[in-house]
Every structure is written in C-alpha cells, then in structure tokens.
C-alpha cells in the first residue's frame, strides 16, 4: 500500500479578511512597520483556502512575537529565540496544520540562531516571518545580528564593531528552500510573497524590512523612500528580465569575467534586454539565488520577492514515510507487544 501524505483541510466556506482579525487591542507603537505586516498576513491567509481552525502561529520574545494574539487563529507564545523548536514540534505531530513561526532579526538569529538553522536545514514544513528592523525593539533599542556596522545603540553608544549577518545569505547558506523578501512600505508585494509561502512545500522564510519608529527610525529608506526605491528596488517575478530603475532601463547581467553579477544599463555598449538575467526562483542550484540575496546598496539594488522556491524532500515527508515503513516491518503491534519486547522476565 502506498503512502499518502497527510494534507492541510480546505474550508468549506470561503473565508476574508475580516476573518483573522482578532479582537485583542494591536499594541505596537503609531508608524510601526508591523501594523503593514499583520494586514497583508490576513489578506493572505483566506487565499490560501484552509480552513481557520488549521493555523497555528508560534512565537518567541519581542515585539513580532505579539502577534498570535493579532490574528484569529489558534497561537502559542513561546520563549525567546524558541519558536522554531515548539513550532516543530508542533507541526510534525500535527502535519494537517499550516504553522507559522512570527519572529524578529534578534529573536530568530541572535539567542534563537541554532535553532533557526537548523529548521531551514531540516525543510521542516513551516513558514517563517521575521520582522527586521535591524534593532531590539522592546527591550528598548540595543544592536542585534543585523544593525549596520557603525551604528550608536543604546549597547554601542560608540557605534558596532560587529559585521551585520544578511538574513537572505544566511538562509540561502543553511541550504533553504524558500527565501523571499519584502518591505513594510508595499504590501500588495508582501501579501503576494506570503501566498508563496504558504504554497511551498519545506520550511519557507519571508524576511520583512520593517520600520522601527522608536528605536531605529528610518533605518530601510535608502531602499523604501519615494525619491530612491525605484533605483533601490529589483522586485523579482519568475520568468521575468531582472529589471529596474526609474525608467526601468537598468538590469543583473551574469559576468563570466567578473565571477557574479553586474549592474548595467540597456542601450548603453550595446547591451539589450537579451543580456538581462531572468529570474528562475524554481532553480534547485542556489548559486544565482545566493548571489541575489547578497546584493547591497550602493552598488546593487535590493533583491525583493521570492528570490528562490526550489523543491526537495521535506522532514515531515521522511519522517512520515520512515514511520509509515517501520510499522509495517515491526513486530509489535500494540503496547503488550512492547512490554513483553526484549530481555523479558518472570517473578
């Protein structure tokens, strides 16, 4: 007999926006980026057809890990830097649910790093969104994992001394699956990435660019503002030239001879739109994702979408097959059959 995978039910009704909107008082501060975050997650959510009862999210410490107590569905809030470890858990005794792990640039790669690596090293089939602000938000504005080198905090009064890690290198690095990237100034793009994600099979990441109004304010407009993010902002779409600028002129040409890629306009040394890279986020070699998530102003713009989507074998598929073959080989069929396994006696 052969094994049949245990699936997400879908609804029987057809669900909106209004349906995951809890009724608890959203507590982040006025501006806060997470405010764009929590309304594209319950914009996404009813397209994805599962029923409401068939989401969990699981969260750690920080201001992100607010947010099962935003959305109308079924929550957990952990500890810090725990989440991937209870949501894994959780998801491989309940394959029939969508769980979703909220968590922050602090929570997920600072205390919760091991952690983190090693669920995206797993494809456990979870969906991961990290609010990065590139700051400890409340725990009232020390430096985390991804504050810029140079940056005064209230832990580097005389600016870091510490390289930012890159969440998009980091995960591509511990041989993810699924890495997109959004900003909190377009959610029509970070709804659309959160779709992706939930139709990805393994464990898949969206990291957020969002804006802390307190304690680091500003620290993504080179990328968001209206005066740069046309010349800032490469939005990826599978199957299209990577392309952008303000005349949307500009693109990614792979170069040999440099060993990577290369900003350079179209018209110009005769370069057409031919020489363009298109982007293949379904690629299974990660070479050309890798190269995207690294991409840094001012030379290169920011890679935003679904930078890769490549499909493998997930945990929860091995595991369950594995078990699945294990009890039809076993001896023992029920618990008398392993009490009297093994090195057995009589008193």
Request: proline share 5%.
């Amino acid at each position: 007999m052969e094994k049949k995978f245990v699936t997400i039910p879908k609804s029987e009704t057809p669900l909106t926006k209004e349906d995951f909107i809890s009724d608890q008082m959203v507590k982040w501060c006025p501006g806060c980026g997470g405010h764009a975050i929590l309304s594209s997650v319950a914009r996404a959510f009813p397209n994805t057809g599962y029923k409401k009862e068939n989401f969990v999210l699981v969260s750690g410490i920080g201001c992100s890990s607010r947010f099962p107590y935003y959305v109308n569905t079924y929550g957990f809030h952990g500890i810090h830097g725990r989440a991937n470890a209870i949501a894994s858990g959780v998801k491989i005794y309940n394959p029939s649910l969508s769980v979703w792990i909220n968590t922050g640039d602090g929570d997920s790669m600072a205390i919760g790093g091991n952690h983190f690596i090693h669920t995206i090293r797993r494809n456990i089939d979870v969906n991961i969104l990290m609010f990065n602000n590139k700051i400890y938000g409340l725990t009232k504005g020390q430096y985390s994992p991804t504050t810029p080198m140079g940056v005064e905090t209230k832990t580097s009064p005389f600016g870091t001394i510490e390289q930012p890690f890159n969440p998009g290198e980091l995960v591509i690095g511990s041989q993810g699956t699924f890495c997109a990237r959004a900003v909190d100034t377009n959610p029509k793009l970070m709804t659309e990435v959160v779709e992706e994600a939930t139709k990805h099979d393994g464990t898949s990441v969206v990291e957020v660019l969002e804006n802390c109004i307190i304690f680091y304010d500003k620290a993504h407009e080179e990328i968001t503002s209206k005066e740069t993010r046309d010349n800032a902002q490469l939005i990826l779409k599978h199957g299209d030239p990577m392309v952008f600028g303000t005349d949307k002129n500009k693109g990614i040409r792979y170069n040999p001879g440099k060993g990577g890629l290369e900003v350079v306009t179209i018209g110009i040394n005769g370069i057409t739109i031919k020489d363009i890279l298109v982007h293949d986020q379904y690629s299974k070699d990660p070479s050309i994702h890798l190269m995207l998530a690294k991409m840094q102003l001012p030379e290169f713009p920011i890679a935003l979408g679904v930078i890769r989507s490549a499909a493998f074998p997930t945990y929860n598929e091995l595991f369950e097959v594995q078990m699945y073959e294990e009890q039809k080989s076993s001896k023992i069929k029920c618990m008398d059959d392993l009490l009297n396994s093994g090195d057995t006696w009589e008193i």
